[in-house]
């Protein structure tokens, strides 16, 4: 079974998220859920760190690319933090997402 | 107070050496077969009759040894049924247990007994006597009447006699009793059979040390929802029904230690805190190692334990692994912080072997011997045969005078062919990733090579769970085969791809091509079949 783990930080109104583990088909919408019940009313920014995540597929991707479309339609800043080097910065790298 | 209404037998109407050879006769042949309880009922209702008393009971030492309690009562029935406690010291029966000498009272009243339900009852006279069995004291035997009566030496030895020999048959029957319920639990906790891992062979033996001595020796081998493989073995000091339970929680506690991600040093610091908590006094040896999901590096941590040995296919020698043993679970202070774990490799081919110290300790030999002689034995090999080996040059015919566990894993030899077939259900994309690693690695494939492969593997394999099948089920094939310095990737299905509906179709497909040099998507009325093709930039693939 596809395991991730979320970590939550906040600091006034802006929210750091991190992400770990694995995100695929059987845990995308639980991720998917988990980040959005961390947005409240109040929230200026997000940071979403994927730089611990050892695999990323394509429905992972797109809860990340809807996820950020989200937020910033409610004018909320959104970033995401994937170096290049990590399993995650290589899949965003190869699929040319721009979140 | 007079001594008329007390009841004193006249000794012709005793005849009591006839009696106590009639009872024993009668207690030796036909009871045999009673389990305890029964065969307490049997011998209180007799006594009554040849004492010619109202009550006969019969308490036990409770588990803190602190306590009687009754368990078997005639004529005073209420007196089991209520459990009745009496500390050992105090009241009627408390003394009897405390100074472990016959004890008679004529006149009960509430300064000298304790049981409410004796006094409640009108019981007048008791006598009672102590069970002991090989220098144990078990218990307390005592009849009651409730006339007055006064009790002759005559009678305190006819009940000593029959108290002594309802002490031997508890013990006896509660030893057989333990030690059937020893087996059940040791089978209870060795594993059934191994589980099934892929890319490593496993095989273990368990033989408890003859006679008395039923031990504390486990092993266990499980998986994590990560990918890890984890191996335990451990000899908690001590034999019997106790040491068995305390290897029960110590192995429950590890599972869920592991189960929450710490590394082995930490599970080993935990447990050894549990175990001086909840079970102090206690001590056990204990090697714990985890194997990463790629089955490359194993981790181990070592509470006093002997050392594993590790053996590799290159010229085929066997070496004792260096790992620092720290102290045994459950002896020194709480050690939180100074435990160790040691990171080994384990190329493909390659053994790891754990065992108990039953393996190789020889009366009147020095370790290092035993150690050495195991050395000499072990070999990289097939991990069941390799048991069997061990088992027959160390252990031979000898009958073990400690309990023998062993457990020995072999990461499997890389294959020039690879397959898994698994449900097409989400559930299953962790599992075709974590073989697609362990085949990669297996080979050598860089890091990279690895990593676009899985991605791209994964967005085939996930695209035909999600498309392949509607709401049937089915299943998916994966395949990886070596040849020439490439790999190539497999996925199959025997159903028909939907069109995509969320959008992130195409991005799946261009993960796909960009993760590999070549992709081909063959679709028929018999299925899908994806074929991807990836030069390794390094690594001699079988």
């Given at each position: 079974m596809t395991d991730a783990t979320l970590t939550l930080e906040t600091h006034d109104n802006d929210i750091r998220i991190g992400l770990a583990g694995e995100v695929d088909m059987a845990n995308a919408d639980k991720i998917q859920q988990q980040m959005a019940s961390a947005i409240t009313n109040d929230t200026m920014s997000v940071t979403v760190d994927v730089a611990d995540l050892r695999y990323i597929d394509s429905t992972g991707l797109r809860v990340l690319a809807s996820f950020a479309a989200r937020l910033r339609s409610i004018d909320i800043e959104f970033t995401l933090i994937a170096p290049a080097t990590s399993p995650a910065g290589r899949v965003i790298e190869l699929t040319g997402l721009n979140v | 107070m007079a001594t008329e209404g007390i009841d004193a037998r006249p000794e012709e109407h005793v005849g009591l050496e006839h009696q106590l050879q009639r009872f024993e006769a009668l207690t030796d042949a036909g009871?045999?077969?009673?389990d305890t309880n029964d065969l307490l009922v049997e011998l209180l209702d007799r006594l009554r009759d040849v004492l010619e008393v109202d009550t006969a009971a019969v308490l036990q030492m409770d588990e803190s040894e602190s306590h009687l309690v009754a368990t078997v009562a005639r004529g005073i029935e209420d007196e089991a049924r209520q459990g009745v406690r009496i500390p050992v010291g105090h009241g009627f029966a408390g003394q009897i247990a405390s100074d472990r000498h016959p004890r008679i009272i004529e006149h009960v009243d509430n300064g000298n007994v304790l049981s409410p339900v004796l006094r409640r009852k009108g019981i007048s006279s008791l006598m009672g006597v102590p069970l002991i069995s090989l220098g144990t004291l078990i218990g307390v035997l005592h009849v009651g009447t409730f006339r007055l009566r006064r009790f002759t030496d005559a009678d305190v030895e006819l009940l000593q006699a029959v108290g002594d020999q309802m002490a031997l048959a508890i013990q006896a029957r509660t030893s057989i009793a333990e030690r059937a319920a020893v087996v059940a639990l040791q089978r209870s906790l060795m594993p059934a059979y191994l589980p099934q891992v892929p890319g490593l062979s496993a095989a273990a033996r368990y033989v408890p040390a003859e006679g008395r001595a039923l031990g504390g020796d486990w092993y266990d081998l499980f998986t994590l929802p990560n990918g890890q493989v984890c191996v335990a073995i451990g000899d908690v000091v001590g034999h019997g029904l106790r040491a068995a339970v305390v290897m029960g929680r110590l192995r429950s506690a590890l599972r869920a230690y592991a189960f929450d991600g710490f590394t082995p040093d930490e599970v080993l610091a935990r447990l050894h805190r549990k175990l001086q908590h909840f079970e102090p006094g206690e001590m056990a040896t204990l090697l714990y190692a985890t194997f990463d999901p790629s089955l490359e590096r194993v981790a181990l941590s070592s509470a006093g334990h002997l050392p594993p040995l590790v053996a590799t296919l290159d010229g085929g020698t066997s070496s004792y692994v260096d790992i620092p043993p720290d102290p045994p679970l459950g002896v020194a202070p709480d050690d939180l912080a100074s435990r160790h774990t040691t990171t080994i490799e384990i190329p493909p081919g390659g053994v790891l072997c754990m065992y108990t110290d039953g393996l190789i300790e020889r009366r009147h030999e020095p370790l290092d011997d035993g150690l050495a002689r195991l050395q000499s034995t072990?070999?990289?090999?097939d991990p069941d045969e390799l048991c069997t080996s061990l088992m027959s040059t160390l252990v031979g015919s000898d009958e073990p005078r400690d309990d023998i566990a062993v457990i020995a894993l072999r990461r499997d030899v890389p294959r020039a062919h690879n397959a898994i077939v698994v449900p097409?259900?989400?559930?299953s994309l962790a599992l075709v990733r974590l073989a697609m690693r362990r085949w990669l690695a297996g080979a050598g494939a860089s890091a990279e090579d690895t990593d676009d492969l899985v991605v791209a593997v994964g967005e085939a394999a996930a695209n035909a769970v999600k498309h392949a099948y509607g709401a049937q089920r089915g299943t998916v094939e994966v395949h990886l085969d070596f040849a020439a310095g490439e790999a190539i990737a497999r996925i199959r299905d025997t159903g028909s791809w939907r069109r995509a509906r969320e959008g992130n179709h195409g991005r799946g497909i261009l993960l796909m091509e960009r993760c590999s040099d070549d992709l081909r998507i063959a679709q028929s009325a018999a299925g899908t079949e994806v074929t991807l093709r990836r030069k390794l930039r390094k690594g001699v693939p079988p």
């Open positions: - | 009871l045999a077969y009673l072990f070999v990289a090999d097409a259900e989400p559930a």
